[in-house]
């Protein structure tokens, strides 16, 4: 079975402080994974994906395959980085691609 | 362009009623895919359609159906309306159907069932 699980619903740091955001998954093949992000009244978007291996606004993710994690790290929070974060896994099963969604981290950054 | 876009943003059922939502794929891609989304909770995965045939299916009963036009615009039909279909209903287009393919998501129909 395919699972994503965020175990912070709410995440509050301070302004220049590090932010993480975790992320487990449950995944029987190889995985794929994604870092969504939902600005207030924005449509959900990409912020990141493994396979890309590339810093998006500051914010980094490695896969950790031994650990199942791909945990979401900034050295700096920044306030305009408050907002809805989604971990999924991408599964490719029956020709069928889907997105399997953690329940989100709410990150609050604090003046 | 315009990105994904989906109709209409807001709609206001009861119960038993059915609903009709559609969505308009990114111009050249041919997969769209259906979340709901229900307060307080990750989007689930409801359909799949790739040129225009159903590819996959989340676990979701009978009354959830849709459909894939020519132009790769979709619709999500939901009949006999229940309470608990009240959601966000998220579309998203992809080009092809790869697993590293990023999904692309349009604004949502925020659907309230009474």
């Known amino acids: 079975a395919q699972r994503v699980t965020q175990p912070e619903k709410l995440l509050s740091v301070f302004k220049g402080a590090p932010v993480e955001l975790k992320c487990n998954y449950s995944?029987?093949?190889?995985?794929?994974l994604f870092w969504y992000v939902q600005y207030s009244r924005q449509r959900l978007q990409l912020l990141l994906r493994?396979?890309s291996r590339e810093s998006i606004k500051g914010f980094t993710a490695d896969l950790n395959k031994g650990e199942t994690s791909f945990h979401l790290k900034k050295p700096f929070a920044q306030e305009e980085d408050s907002a809805m974060y989604y971990c999924?896994?991408?599964?490719?099963?029956?020709?069928?691609?889907?997105?399997?969604f953690g329940q989100g981290t709410r990150l609050t950054i604090n003046p | 362009d315009a990105g994904v876009t989906q109709s209409p943003t807001h709609l206001i059922k009861t119960r038993g009623q059915h609903v009709t939502l559609r969505c308009s794929p990114i111009?050249?891609?041919?997969?769209v895919s259906w979340y709901q989304q229900v307060l307080g909770q990750g989007p689930q995965f409801i359909f799949q359609?790739?040129?225009?045939?159903?590819?996959g299916r989340g676990n979701f009963p009978d009354r959830f159906s849709a459909r894939q036009f020519p132009n790769y615009s979709s619709e999500l039909n939901v009949n006999a309306l229940l309470l608990g279909d009240s959601a966000l209903y998220l579309c998203?287009?992809?080009?092809?159907?790869?697993?590293?393919?990023?999904?692309?998501f349009g604004p949502g129909t925020r659907l309230t069932v009474l």
């Open positions: 111009s050249g891609h041919k997969s």
């Open positions: 359609y790739y040129e225009k045939e159903e590819r």
């Open positions: 493994h396979i």
């Open positions: 999924a896994l991408s599964a490719l099963g029956q020709g069928a691609q889907k997105l399997v």
């Open positions: 995944y029987s093949g190889s995985p794929e």
């Open positions: 998203a287009s992809t080009p092809r159907l790869e697993a590293t393919d990023t999904q692309y």
